[in-house]
């Protein structure tokens, strides 16, 4: 089966500039999340989706960070305006539900530096 | 609070001895855990899991891990690493009331010598 594909692998941005990031998950994963890991450290949650509806967004900088999953499929993160410290990687990750049964896949990640 | 501990910032073993990885967790509820290898550039993959059953798990790659309740552990092992296992080595955990998101620790960097 494809993998969890997100785009671009690398985006340099200067500050105050937006940046949006694109996640495609494993075909009939209903359940999409976006992790930051900053440089040196684990993953930490951003947004959990289950279809469309973000059911676990306490995580997500909302004055500056959004996201969307229409159709309950692709996601995009957008960041607006991004400051120096977002330079991260944002990864993306899907499931076949929030369970235990449900490991979770993840993409490449998207590698972000902010200047 | 929930948390999750990896002691062990970096890890030098040398090919072929055997390597242990600790991890840690705090967590009110019966939590499920994991471990993930990420190799440079690359996502996470998973290595195996732990929901309940027997406590000593198997993954892939040669890797197993063992969970202990009574010392909140669940460390990897594996008997003989492999030049091809240095990586960036992560632990996590999640649980019901946590509506199963995974709680990463900050990793073990693993480098392994000729």
């Known amino acids: 089966e494809a993998g969890v594909v997100q785009s671009p692998r690398y985006k340099i941005i200067e500050k105050k500039q937006p940046v949006a990031f694109w996640c495609n998950p494993i075909?009939?994963?209903?359940?999409l999340y976006w992790y930051r890991q900053n440089l040196g450290q684990g993953p930490e949650l951003l947004i959990r989706?289950?279809?469309?509806?973000?059911?676990?967004d306490s995580q997500l900088p909302k004055d500056r960070f959004s996201a969307e999953r229409l159709k309950g499929v692709d996601s995009t993160l957008k960041i607006q305006p991004a400051e120096l410290g977002d330079s991260a990687v944002y990864l993306c990750?899907?499931?076949?539900?929030?369970?235990?049964?449900?490991?979770?896949?993840f993409g490449n990640g998207t590698r972000l530096t902010v200047t | 609070a929930q948390s999750v501990t990896q002691p062990d910032i970096h890890i030098t073993v040398s090919e072929g001895a055997s390597l242990e990885l600790r991890c840690n967790y705090s967590?009110?509820?019966?939590?499920?855990l994991f471990w993930y290898v990420q190799s440079p550039g690359q996502g996470l993959q998973l290595l195996l899991k732990?929901?309940?059953?027997?406590?000593l798990v198997q993954g892939i790659k040669g890797f197993e891990a063992e969970f202990k309740r009574s010392q909140s552990s669940f460390n990897l092992r594996k008997p003989s690493v492999h030049w091809s296992d240095a990586a960036e080595y992560f632990c996590?955990?999640?649980?019901?009331?946590?509506?199963?998101?995974?709680?990463f620790g900050k990793g073990t960097s693993l480098l392994v010598t000729p």
């Open positions: 996590a955990v999640g649980a019901l009331n946590s509506g199963y998101a995974l709680n």
């Open positions: 989706y289950e279809n469309e509806e973000a059911v676990d």
């Open positions: 075909s009939g994963h209903n359940t």
């Open positions: 967590y009110g509820a019966t939590p499920y």
């Open positions: 990750a899907s499931s076949l539900a929030s369970g235990q049964g449900s490991p979770l896949h």
């Open positions: 732990y929901f309940s059953g027997d406590t």
